[in-house]
């Protein structure tokens, strides 16, 4: 009896519950949008007016939430979407309230038009009405209801499907598979249907860059991975900017790879960001040669590493030190390095702290 209930208060509330007589034998008719908006005729429609009634705020209903729908995904995907980096960068409060305003503008715009359209068509069938305050009427009619929990079983059946395709079809994980058995292709055809679909997840871009590397297709691989790391907000985001500079140092495209650092560097977002950068840019250095430029950044991130004991680590930036210093041929300077990073190492091997670039894959 409980479910009844609650079943008969959403129909109430829902579009199928579009009509009400009045005692004075008058009928109301709810808009086609605005719920709060009735239309009063001097008449009591028969079974074939409201089913005739019921089709065109059905078809009004589906033309609006159309436009609406396909207005919104112009906006995000013409408008947000490319340009989500410059959105984010700039006025970011200003950007969100101007879209957000253009949203609601472009919603009721057509709301309204779809309104007044649907006044004209119902003045044109069943004659003069007079604008009233539409009243939630306590009667059920009950072949409005079945249609109402009929589509409400199509809709909870559809959510249904999706998450149980989301849960055990999952595109990422389908893309995570076929790299594993090599198929960059079929992954380049996955991530790509998935990022016109949902274009601001950055794994399509993550995956699409590992396998387009795979397959030679280089400056692809580094769009994409450019893409994902602007795109990305989590841990792993550091991999996507770490994979595109891996290529570059493949390519031997040193001068940009460097360029890459110092604009994530000047762009920090805190002095603990650009910190890691320094040293990533300082572990690149030393791969591509680069031994006294390298060395100087070292010098100056350990005289940071009092104030940053989270992200600058004492003992292994002397470690990685000591490796330059002992590259140059410079062993004194290298074994006081050592000494002061507390290791029991020596210079008798040839030291390997600094890690070389490597593309990564995010794990599932």
Do not use: C
Request: overall charge neutral.
């Amino acid at each position: 009896m409980s479910k009844l209930n609650i079943m008969k208060i959403l129909y109430k509330n829902s579009p199928m519950n579009f009509y009400y007589y009045t005692a004075e034998e008058d009928t109301v008719i709810k808009s086609v949008n605005n719920t709060s908006l009735g239309y009063k005729f001097k008449k009591l429609f028969s079974k074939y007016e409201l089913d005739k009634v019921w089709s065109f705020i059905r078809l009004y209903k589906r033309i609006s939430t159309v436009l609406i729908f396909l207005v919104f995904v112009t906006i995000l995907y013409k408008i947000i979407f490319p340009n989500y980096a410059l959105l984010i960068d700039s006025n970011l409060h200003l950007s969100i309230v101007t879209v957000i305003s253009a949203i609601i503008l472009v919603y009721f715009g057509i709301t309204f038009v779809s309104t007044k359209v649907f006044e004209k068509r119902l003045e044109k069938v069943f004659g003069e009405f007079e604008k009233t305050k539409f009243i939630k009427n306590v009667e059920v009619d009950e072949r409005f209801y079945k249609i109402f929990k009929n589509e409400l079983t199509k809709v909870s059946v559809l959510l249904l499907l999706i998450i149980m395709l989301i849960f055990f079809a999952s595109p990422v994980k389908k893309a995570y598979s076929a790299i594993s058995q090599g198929q960059y292709k079929k992954t380049i055809r996955i991530t790509t249907l998935g990022s016109v679909v949902f274009p601001i997840l950055p794994d399509w871009y993550s995956l699409r860059g590992y396998a387009r590397f795979q397959l030679g297709d280089y400056e692809a691989a580094i769009n994409d991975y450019d893409k994902a790391y602007r795109l990305g907000t989590d841990f792993f985001n550091t991999m996507n900017f770490d994979n595109k500079i891996y290529i570059k140092y493949f390519l031997k495209d040193y001068e940009s790879a460097i360029k890459d650092f110092d604009d994530e560097i000047k762009n920090a977002n805190s002095d603990y960001e650009r910190d890691s950068f320094l040293w990533d840019k300082a572990q690149f250095l030393y791969n591509v040669n680069r031994y006294e430029e390298a060395l100087a950044l070292y010098s100056e991130l350990l005289t940071k590493a009092d104030s940053d004991s989270v992200f600058l680590l004492k003992d292994r930036l002397y470690l990685e030190r000591a490796q330059i210093y002992q590259i140059l041929g410079q062993n004194d300077l290298a074994n006081d390095d050592l000494i002061n990073s507390d290791t029991i190492e020596t210079l008798e091997n040839k030291l390997d702290y600094i890690p070389k670039p490597v593309l990564l894959l995010k794990e599932l």
